[in-house]
């Protein structure tokens, strides 16, 4: 029988992964893009009702830097995690995969938070979409560290916090909807609540852990 | 003469071909995400209107989950089938292509199947777009297998299994058909029985090869 | 002064083009999938109506099936190509930018080919970008040869049959425009031509270099 | 805790930032040949009407073409940047990802220029886009050049010219925008200037290195 349950744990198994999540990264930081475009505008335009047309992307614009953002620092997350991961297994690939059906999804959301961020639907499809993506990390760090695909030189404490620093978006995200009553505005602010809970975990880990080492 | 024929099975050549099709399935496992978007709504559109539109867009995003499930598990088999080829040469980059090719249009009839799943014809061009990317499945492996490009660790039932691993999808996907006049329904409940297959087909090769291995 | 002219001929550096290289061609290779897609239909279309509506969309699976196919091949050449190819610099680079340059377009004559191809201007664009490609790709391992990025193990027969073996896709195309007046079918089916006359370069090469090797 | 800070100067990590960042490249490049299509033409349409269709899509092969020379330069430098480039860590990638962020943007500003290139929103627009990915190129090397990630073998005056290197680009199309009262052709042809200003650093540099070494 062939050994694809146990292991298959090659270099050429964990770079693809790499390669095909990189691209599906590429594919939804990029996809707003191709809605910031020009309507044709009739022959003769002035420079002002040029200037009016770009004007009027400026919500396109808004919502392409805030895709752009928010996957370039998931993919960031992705790169970090998979630092300390040596090795893959299929069920390490099936939780990747779905993550990835989640990040390619973050445009759509965005662009309608872009267009009705004052409405609650909005903003709730928005925190349900990244909250998906931040479990899923937290979720693919966990398999990988249950299944031993983790790097030797990973501590136990760098796995609890591997595991933690995906909650924070999460966390604030899902827990900003108990405010929803009192406007969006207010739920969207309550989201600069993930900076503090993030160096919360931080000094969790590091008190757990014992004195820092020195240099 | 250039050594194309006889060989070519360097690195890099390998790491081409899975790079060009990690692409390609990356295209095809995103496609459906260009449409799960809002049109543009009128100024002022109340929270239900917006929630309305949201959920009219259910069947799209349906068609990009399940077009996500599918290529993913195509991709799946594509990446588990490459960990034990250890080379390539041209006759499996072109079967390989061919492959890729059934791959990128599975959104297609994905969307169609979503739109119009009680009809017939949409029935019938998904299952002829499935069954013909896992018999290409089969079809590489045994392309593989017979030019000697399979891992030297690989036992003779491994690739027998290897080779059968890819028919179920076919076999009962093609096989369903003759339910047609039953109603589509009773053809799409019917790919349950691709999971039973897949297990007689592991059972088969397990008998074949006498007592599996201890541990 | 940073080492750029002379050399730089990494790995990482080849690996970076050739990725690149991958993804344009993935893109070129799938484009014309986006046109695969049926119009929004009626609630209560019957069978028969879908039925006609994926039938009118056969000139666009036809373009998409030729452009892979093209593409494809294509991308086998430049697969080909870069096995012998040990080393990039910028030269080369810049050469196979054109060449990517031109492969990305190919989607379009071949669309216009596929929807308009007994008209002598969609003729005469696709045999200007296939020829361009085909070029492109002669050129480029003119370049490499020239500036000694080959393989040490190619011969200077290899060599020669390297830069050959991309013309006769331009010298057939090219030529075949001699026929217009006859009608673009006649064109077309010239094209078959381009078998033999690889066919002829293949012996012409063998014929230079002496008997060929026994085995 | 996890040794992110510090290092993770992996060859994956080196090797994901370069795949990711080539995938956007590859996007950024190929983005508008998605324009260059022929609108439905009526049955019956004669070769000169053909012609003129083609004729018509002039200004977008245009747009292609320049956007393909320009993203394609800058994906030279990228690539010529990073094979002095040993490793990377989060501050690098940070820098990487806004530069990638203002390359995808890219066709925007182009295909505005191609249609507007007589009128001075356009113009500035694609200064400003422009000028962005020059800058951003410059500070990638700064950071890279400041936290050690430059191989070893890269000498001080080289490593001088990495980051002058890109600033051609910005210096003279943000300085070209004082000429705009001139008119917007004045503007694009003192363009132009990018040449000799990149031969002058390199002298600049040349000088400061003392006589060039010999061979």
Chains 1, 2, 3, 4 share one sequence.
Do not use: C
């Amino acid at each position: 029988m062939i050994a694809v349950e146990h292991g298959s744990g090659s270099d050429i198994g964990r770079d693809r992964l790499l390669a095909f999540s990189d691209a599906i990264f590429a594919f939804a930081i990029t996809l707003l893009a191709l809605d910031v475009r020009l309507p044709d505008l009739p022959a003769g335009v002035t420079n002002a009702q040029l200037g009016d047309a770009l004007a009027q992307l400026a919500p396109k614009i808004f919502a392409y830097a805030v895709t752009f953002a928010v996957v370039g620092l998931f993919w960031l997350s992705h790169w970090r995690r998979f630092q300390f991961i040596a090795h893959v297994d299929e069920p390490l690939l099936l939780v990747n995969l779905v993550l990835l059906g989640f990040v390619a999804l973050l445009p759509f959301p965005t662009a309608v938070l872009g267009a009705h961020g004052d409405l609650p639907a909005a903003t709730v499809l928005y925190v349900v979409n990244l909250s998906a993506v931040g479990l899923l990390g937290s979720a693919s760090w966990f398999v990988a560290s249950r299944r031993g695909l983790v790097r030797p030189d990973v501590s136990r404490s760098d796995e609890l916090f591997g595991l933690l620093r995906g909650l924070p978006v999460p966390i604030v995200m899902l827990g900003s909807l108990a405010l929803l009553r009192f406007g969006t505005s207010v739920v969207e602010l309550s989201w600069l609540l993930i900076f503090p809970v993030q160096s919360l975990i931080r000094r969790f880990v590091r008190a757990r852990e014992g004195p820092p080492p020195e240099g």
